[in-house]
């Protein structure tokens, strides 16, 4: 049986479609923040402020890790970067151990350590 029809490679995909769908939304989320505070956007205002709350607990983690930067009401985050990157490694990090438990046949395996050395 070759991994390209083994019962575990749909779910896997899946799996993998899911992690990067997930990242997206948060990328996308914690883009907005970023671009909204350098911008200097209105925090009163209701999308501003949607996203600032939504975004919050994704990016508070990281929010004194460096200073801020601001100039002329603009703040430039570069926390937020931190947190887009560190949630992209993740994600990477979990999609690749999704891919460790795919079946594999013995000479694939074997090709696979041989080109390891």
Known sequence: MDSYSSPTTKP?????????????????????RFVLKLLGANPNAGFTSFIYNA?????????????????AGSVF??????AMLVYWLI????????LMSKSVSTPEAAVKLNSQE
């Open 12 to 32: 896997l995909y899946r799996g993998t479609q899911v992690v990067w769908y997930i990242l997206g939304i948060l990328e996308v989320l914690l883009a907005f």
């Open 55 to 71: 975004s919050y607990p994704f990016a508070a983690p990281f929010l004194s890790v460096f200073r801020i930067t601001k100039v």
């Open 77 to 82: 985050e570069w926390t937020t970067i931190l």
């Open 91 to 98: 994600a990477w990090g979990i999609v690749r151990m999704f």
